[in-house]
């Protein structure tokens, strides 16, 4: 196993690697000054100079993306749950859900630090609003995946709809939960930082907007780097998560077959 999981990351890790040295090599054969394109190495000394000051703004931000993620999964799953029990909550409330989508941030922002203030919160209502979507449209679309013999097998055993739900739909719509997972696990690092752009003294996108408004190019790509490593481990996370979760439901449903065989 341990070894299939090398051989997966090694055609990304040397990709990388091979832009990373591509970059250098570019830099160094047309003497591009610093303040235009900084190469590779000078961003990674820059970066080990400026390691405690760029951890405090990273940390702030990841907090604040982790705890809009896991209010907008939350209210994702929720919303899923009642569009696919209540049709006619569907019907009448995702058209205004998918128009909430469609509202541009830098609009959206402004106009809740103007109801909400400067503070936590319109930052939190922020990432909920970007954060929840996929997992809810991914969710409710694996709520109605599940196998229509096992449905009709269940309602012929004299399964309730709560049963039914438990039991059929709900596992079913795992793979597409954590499908919405992994985008949402992205869009929330991203989403933290451009609300720290609104209004903020600390986190790593208020840091970029100093790095730019001083012309410190390096710094800016710096941000950057930090910023994409950021959305790769919560996507990572999000991966692992998936496949420790469905492999246990994969197991439960073998040994569940195996009893019956028994």
């Avoid at 569907?90 to 909400?116: C, D, H, T």
């Avoid at 991203?190 to 790593?204: D, Y």
């Avoid at 012309?215 to 496949?243: N, P, Q, W």
């Amino acid at each position: 196993m341990g070894g299939r999981r090398w051989r997966r990351a090694l055609p990304p890790a040397l990709a990388i690697a091979g832009v990373l040295l591509t970059w250098q090599a570019l830099c160094a054969a047309f003497d591009i000054p610093v303040w235009l394109l900084p190469d590779p190495w000078n961003i990674a000394l820059y970066m080990a100079e400026e390691a405690e000051l760029l951890i405090g703004h990273v940390a702030f931000t990841l907090g604040l993306a982790l705890r809009g993620m896991l209010l907008g999964v939350a209210a994702g799953v929720i919303c899923a749950f009642l569009f696919h029990l209540l049709p006619a909550v569907r019907a009448a409330f995702s058209p205004l859900l998918v128009a909430s989508q469609n509202i541009p941030l830098i609009a959206l922002g402004p106009l809740l630090m103007i109801w909400f203030g400067v503070g936590i919160l319109p930052k939190l209502i922020l990432l909920v609003l970007v954060c929840f979507f996929p997992v809810a449209w991914s969710m409710l679309a694996g709520l109605g995946q599940s196998e229509p013999q096992l449905r009709e097998y269940l309602a012929m055993i004299g399964a309730s709809r709560v049963q039914t739900f438990f039991r059929l739909e709900l596992p079913a719509s795992l793979p597409y939960f954590f499908a919405g997972l992994k985008l949402t696990a992205t869009y929330s690092f991203l989403t933290a930082m451009v609300a720290e752009w609104l209004g903020s003294g600390r986190g790593i996108g208020y840091f970029l907007v100093l790095q730019y408004k001083g012309f410190k190019t390096t710094g800016v790509f710096a941000s950057i780097f930090c910023i994409v490593a950021c959305s790769l481990v919560l996507y990572g996370l999000a991966v692992l998560a998936e496949s420790r979760v469905l492999n246990r439901l994969r197991m439960g449903g073998s040994r569940s077959k195996g009893g019956g065989r028994a």
